[in-house]
């Protein structure tokens, strides 16, 4: 799972930015353990309230016997599912790591994780038509997420330098 999250790292997902614009990149180094805890607590709530309420549209759709509304749902699902217990590891690990450099990278595996499961949710809502779309289009974002995080902001990109150039760039 930590390979899925590490990719999804280098994937990232547009979300809002958590205090006046600035990075949860930048502010990972400068948060202390007390707060990354925190933050991982609040995460893993979202992410389980996120995944109750599809197991909930997922119950009621095979109640109502909506077979493709039901098999969106469970597509959905199983990423959410395996997200949050990849963040619920990485909370753990988060608080035994407590102030070390392990633990910025770990806390921002539990952003991106969050900000995942949230598109997922967002996706599962346009499965039963929610939030405004047309049923089986999926959107990209929530409207209003709890926790305010940008993950684009938390993939640093070692070319945004406009003096540094890849190395040994190809030819081609």
């Known amino acids: 799972m930590v390979a899925l999250l590490s990719i999804l790292l280098l994937s990232g997902t547009g979300l809002a930015a958590e205090t006046g614009g600035a990075a949860e990149y930048e ?3 400068t948060r202390t353990p007390e707060e990354k805890a925190k933050f991982a607590d609040d995460a893993l709530a979202e992410i389980n309230g996120h995944i109750t309420h599809v197991k909930a549209r997922l119950e009621e759709a095979q109640g109502k016997r909506q077979q493709d509304v039901a098999e969106c ?9 395996n997200l949050g217990s990849a963040a619920a590891q990485d909370a753990k690990a988060l608080k035994a ?4 450099s392990e633990a910025d990278a ?7 994780a969050l900000g995942k499961v949230r598109d997922f949710r967002s996706d599962a ?6 939030g405004g779309a047309d049923q089986g ?3 990209a974002s929530m409207s209003e997420p709890v926790l305010d995080v940008d993950v684009d902001d938390l993939i640093e990109d070692p070319w945004e330098d406009e003096e540094s150039n890849p190395p040994n760039p190809s030819p081609n």
Do not use: H, N, T, W
Request: hydrophobic share 45%; glycine share 12%; net charge positive.
């Open 97 to 100: 790591v407590g102030g070390s």
């Open 137 to 139: 289009i999926q959107v």
């Open 125 to 130: 809502d346009a499965c039963v038509g929610d």
């Open 27 to 29: 502010q990972a180094g």
């Open 73 to 81: 749902l469970s597509r959905k699902l199983l990423p959410m599912e």
């Open 106 to 112: 770990v806390f921002r595996r539990i952003a991106v």
